[in-house]
């Protein structure tokens, strides 16, 4: 049974880091391209990076250069790390894994406020 269960959200001040981890079970998690989506009150869903099974990452614009995303296979677990947050990155963030289907977390919180 797939599972993908995220961590590490939560209330920051602008300005300061944070790391989410989502660890996946009941999967063959190399082969998977992983992903890091948000959503805001009133938004739609947007991606915020992904990393193919071989490494290669992938940003929006608005986080390149604060985002990086990484993956630990031997953890079955990928990461977020998010530097510099502004108010404009508060939403629920949501792990994704996609080979043929994709597949969903429940999401964490990252409310960035002062």
């Known amino acids: 049974q797939l599972q993908l269960v995220e961590s590490g959200g939560g209330l920051v001040q602008p300005g300061v880091s944070l790391r989410l981890s989502c660890a996946a079970s009941?999967?063959?998690?190399?082969?998977?391209?992983l992903g890091w989506y948000r959503q805001a009150p009133g938004k739609q869903r947007e991606l915020v990076a992904n990393?193919?099974?071989?490494?290669?990452?992938n940003y929006a614009d608005s986080v390149k250069g604060r985002f990086t995303i990484s993956r630990n296979n031997a953890k079955n677990t990928v990461y977020l790390q998010m530097q510099d947050l502004k108010p404009g990155d508060t939403a629920v963030y949501y792990c994704?894994?996609?080979?043929?289907?994709?597949?969903w977390g429940e999401g964490t919180q990252v409310t960035v406020a002062s």
């Open positions: 994704s894994a996609f080979c043929n289907n994709i597949y």
């Open positions: 009941g999967i063959i998690f190399s082969r998977y391209t």
């Open positions: 990393i193919a099974s071989g490494g290669r990452t």
